[in-house]
Structures are given as C-alpha cells and as structure tokens.
C-alpha cells in the first residue's frame, strides 16, 4: 500500500485537496453534461425563438426596441448575464442544501484538510467555471437565432472580462449562502420567489436607463444583483444602447462580491463548525 | 498486500493517538455542561467503547475530537495535534463512520474512495490503486461502479469504513456505526474493526448503545452520564467490580416453604429472594460458591436450577439508573 504519512503536510496538502474538490465537481457535471446543457440553454434559447425570431415572422417585429436598437441586441448581455447568474444556484446552493441536509453527504469534503473556507472557495469556483462556460455557451446562441441581425461590438475586453469573471464568482457566494442558509425543505420556495423576480427586475430585457420613466422602479432595482451584471456586459457588448457607467457597475459588483463572499464563508463555517 | 506503516509504529514511546484531557463544552444558551470535565486515553490498537444514555455527552465529545465542535475548556490531541488549534492538520489524524450514511450520493462507490484519497493528497495514480485495493479488502470490489444510495445498509457501513481509513488515521471514530444493520452485517462489520488493530494499529473510539457490542468488541469502556465518566476499565471488570448482580434461578418440585425462603435469604451474599410458586429467584451480588450451598438447602426437591450471569447492561443501569432520557 501507498505510504502516506510522511508526504501530505498540511502546506502541501492544501492546493492538492482544492484540485481535488474541484475535481470532484467536475466528474459530477460529467456524470450528467445533459442537465448543465439544458438548464443552461433552455431559457434563453426559448426566449429568444419567440421573441427574436417568431415575432418578426407573425409582424411584431418592433416589439421591445430601445434606442433604435432590436430587442435581440437588448437581451443579449441580460440573457448571458442571467445565464452566469443562474449557474450560481444551480451550481451550488441546489446541491449544497440537499448535501446539507437530510443525506449530509457533504461531510467527507467538509472533513478534507483543509480550511473549511477552502471547502466552501472550491465550490463557488467551480460553480463560477461553470457561469463561464454557460455565458460561452448562451453567447452563440442569442446571437444566431434572432431573425434580425444583433448588433454587438466590444467595446472594451477588460470590463468584459472583469465582468463575467465577477458575475461569476458574485454569483457562486450567492448560491452558497443561500444553499448555506435554506432548509432542503425551503429550497424549492425560495427559489421560485427569488428567480423571477430578479430575472424580470434585473435589467435583462431592458437597459437600466430606460427605466427612468418610472423612477422608483428604477431605484428599487438597484438592489438586484443581476441588474450590475446585464449593465455591466452592455457596456462591454452593446456600448450603442444606453448603459450603466462601467466603473459604476464593475464598482458595485466588486463590493457585492466581497460583501456576499465574506457571509457566505461565515454562514458555511458556522454550518460546518459548532 | 504489504501491512500498513504508519505513523504509530514509528513514533516515539509513550506515543497516545488520542488524548482527552478536561474536556468541558457548553452550548451557547445552556445552563449546564454537555461535556464536564471528560479525561481519556485510548492506546495503539486499541478499541475503546463511550456507554450513556442520549444526551450523555458522547456525540458531542466525539464532535469535538472530530474538529467539529469547539471545545469551551479543555484539549483534545490526535497523535499529539490539538485539535481546536490546528483542526485541518488533526482530520489527517481521524476518519469518522457515523450511523447515517454520508456516502457522496453523486458518485459510485468506487468514486467516494478514489475522491477521498485525493483530499488527502494521493496522485490520482496513488488514489486509483489505493481505492481498487480498499475495494478488494472490504469485498466491495463487485460494487465497484454502483451508485451508493443502492447499497445495503451493511454494505454502505463497510464502504464508509473503507472511506475512513483510506487516509491511514492514528483514531478512527465510529458513532453508533451498526445500530441501522441487521446481524450478519453487524457481525461482519464488527470483524471489520477487530481487523483493524492487527493490520492498522489504529485506536478506535467507539460510541453504542448495544450493551453486546461494547462487551464483545471494546478493549475498554467508559460509561458516561451528565458529560462525565462514572466507570472506566474492560468489560470484564466493570462486570465484576460494580454492583452488578448475577441471578440464580430455580425450579422446585413444590412451592417452597417460609423457612427455606429464609434460610436461602440468610446465605452470604443473597440480596433478594423473589419466590412466585415453585419457583425462586435468587439475585446476588458475589456468587462465587453461592450454588452449592443453595442446591444443599433446597435438597431432593429441586428439578432446574439456571445462572444468569452479571452483565453491562446491569452495570450500566446501576450507574445511570432507570429513567428515560429525551
């Protein structure tokens, strides 16, 4: 047998065990690619058939321009934006609640040496490779199946980059305090009450600066999460449609990040440690 | 397969893998001590049982050794790291079979293996070898690919053992590990154990409510209540020690007149003489030498006579009493 005393110190333990965990995660996704691809691909893909290509075959062809710009154009950054969103709670706090609760089978990971931060870290960086790929994914897709061409343009890469990466990680802290946080019994629930709303106030089929007509509105939804990351990628994407201050955006999605990051690992260690 | 070495064969004399020493925890908002001041050693090899009633203090004494709980006051050591102190490094030093079965319901039984030798810092090559090889060893190997929620209770109980010693633990913990597993499978998982201290040298502490387990399996047993050890030494002492009681029944031809009764009452040793028709039972406290002189005092009239003997049962309710625990 391997002898194993002598090598596995904890400083040299702590990047294998990550790897690991890490690992873990991925063989789970490819154990069952089907569910990633059709959560993942499913909504956007239907929204943007009716709205993008059916309408302008039935004659609402203008339906949800803004700015002089067609709706496929408007929802592209919000649907990648809800594609790296959603991961999050898909990726993380779906599993983690059911792990936590009745079958405890997050135990063995909960039990690797390692900080039990690092525990909780690999999770919402695997979940975050996952938004990545689901942004790469859904990109393609809204941008082929529209009957009127969509008109992108990178404006610049950085902010780009900086927004998907953030959105993603931002995204995987949300799904751990929530999958930290929410009975198994409880999740289904609050999905349901979370989901739509955030989607439908978060920005997604219509710039933030369009909503200064109904100005409360427009305040209240400040407070969605999503509504940084779709005003973040339009800046980068679709920079002729109006669009959120990128410094303003990339700001506030770094802070929520931070803030979400930091009571995610507290209420994953509090779960873990009594 | 070669024989583990691992760090307890190489340590220095005097070497404890595990080590309580003043261990008190009190859970936030309560008013008494789950753990009171609990001290014990458990040696290389050996398999030490934790007795008591529910809400003695054992899990939380176990949640504590295991880094789970933060102790209040006190240490615990695994092979000499506090585990408060440095719990990553002390869960190199542990692996946990709890009751419920925890198995990574997303991956095959071959997959929990191979993934938990890679927490711990195996190369995927090692960790494949290791995990075929734990797989063979506790007759798993034919269930190798097969999703771990399909096991049966028994199996699931041996994968989990198997899961916690891939990483060659100085103590194993098993918490109530048969109490959801028919005989043959408690039998065979308690071989499993047994095995262990000749092939692994690893200590074992183990909490139960089977009064059968702790005697049969457990080199040592503590009996607990109110986070505190009342009894501690083998099985064997506890029974002959402590005011455990061996009974002697017998069977007469006839009802027994009062003033057998009472000469079988005043006979060194008896404590209580219950006496229902032709039957008497005998309850004593030593009863060595006691059967003869009964059998000489009942005389021709006796037709069965049968000696139960003291067991830890007796021994553990005469120290925790009768009375229901929440």
Known sequence: ?274 | MSRVIGLYHSGPSGYVPLSIDGLVKRYPGSSRNAVDGLSLEVSVGEIFGLLGPNGAGKTTTISVAVTRTRPTAGTVRLAGTDVAAQAARARRRLGVVTQANTLDRSLSVWENLYFHCRYFGLSRREARRHSDELLERFGLAERRDERVDRLSGGLAQRAQLARALAHKPSVLFLDEPTASLDPQSRLALWDHVRGLRERDGVAVLLTTHSMEEADRLCDRVAIMDHGRVLACDTPGALKRNLTATTTVRLRLQAPPPPALLDQVRALRGVERVVNDGNRIEVVTAARDGLVPHLVSAVGAGLLDLSVSEPTLESVFISLTGRKLRD
Request: net charge positive; hydrophobic share 60%; charged share 10%.
């Open chain 1, 1 to 274: 047998m391997t002898e194993l005393s002598n090598r596995s110190e904890p400083w040299r333990l702590t990047p294998a065990a990550f790897a690991a965990l890490i690992a873990r995660d991925l063989r789970v996704l490819l154990h069952m690619p089907a569910s990633f691809l059709l959560r993942t691909v499913l909504n956007p893909l239907m929204f943007v058939f009716v709205f993008t290509y059916l309408y302008p075959h039935i004659g609402a062809g203008r339906f949800g321009e803004v700015a002089g710009q067609n709706l496929g154009t408007v929802v592209l950054p919000g649907l990648v934006a809800s594609a790296i969103f959603f991961q999050g709670l898909n990726a993380v706090a779906l599993p983690l609640s059911m792990e936590f609760g009745a079958t405890r089978e997050i135990e063995d990971r909960v039990m690797a040496p390692v900080a039990y931060g690092l525990t909780a870290l690999a999770k919402v960086c695997f979940s975050a490779l996952q938004s990545l790929l689901a942004a790469a994914i859904v990109f393609p897709l809204v941008y082929l199946v529209p009957a009127v061409p969509v008109r992108i343009q990178v404006s610049s890469w950085p902010t780009l980059v900086l927004a998907a990466v953030l959105a993603s990680l931002l995204a995987g802290f949300l799904g751990l305090l929530l999958g930290t946080v929410v009975e198994v019994r409880k999740i289904a629930l609050v999905f349901a009450v979370t989901i739509v709303p955030i989607t439908f106030l978060g920005c997604v089929y219509y710039p933030w600066a369009s909503l200064h007509s109904v100005r409360w509105l427009q305040i209240l939804v400040l407070a969605n999460p999503l509504v940084y990351v779709s005003e973040a990628l339009r800046a980068a994407l679709t920079p002729a449609l109006p669009h959120m201050n990128p410094i303003a955006s990339l700001s506030a999605l770094t802070a929520l990040t931070l803030v979400l990051g930091w009571a995610a690992t507290k209420t994953f260690t509090h779960r873990v440690l009594t």
